[in-house]
Nanobody, 128 residues
Framework: EVQLVESGGGLVQVGGSLRLSCVAS????????IGWFRQAPGKEREGVSC????????YYADSLKDRFTISSDNAKNTVYLQMNSLKPEDTAIYYC?????????????????????WGQGTQVTVSS
């Protein structure tokens, strides 16, 4: 059974930082990419960042690449999202997802194949 479990969300003040974690199991981690998505209240879900587990290639939504950093620890089947200089508009539920590797580069454009599996999400709230 494929499982993706996010953690690390919480309440943080403007300008603060959080590191989200996504632990994956039930599939060959090196054969897929892991993407981070977020959905704010009343808005559509959007792609945030993606990492290809096999080649380590990293991709970001253009508006976030200066503040967010994605990384992967293949030995732990875990992907991290470091979020710095957080803003109120970063408030959302953050999800990680198992993705086809060929879709990783399109994470910011929206033109990616539908993710195969999703985590349950972790809430990030940035207070002003």
């Amino acid at each position: 059974e494929v499982q993706l479990v996010e953690s690390g969300g919480g309440l943080v003040q403007v300008g603060g930082s959080l590191r989200l974690s996504c632990v994956a199991s039930g599939f060959a981690f090196d054969d897929f990419a892991i993407g981070w998505f977020r959905q704010a209240p009343g808005k559509e879900r959007e792609g945030v960042s993606c990492v290809g587990a096999s080649d380590g290639g990293t991709y970001y939504a253009d508006s976030l690449k200066d503040r967010f950093t994605i990384s992967s620890d293949n030995a732990k089947n875990t992907v991290y999202l470091q979020m710095n200089s957080l803003k109120p508009e970063d408030t959302a539920i953050y999800y990680c997802a198992q993705m086809f590797s060929i879709s990783c580069a399109a994470i910011g454009s929206g033109y990616y194949l539908s993710p195969l599996s999703w985590g349950q999400g972790t809430q990030v709230t940035v207070s002003s």
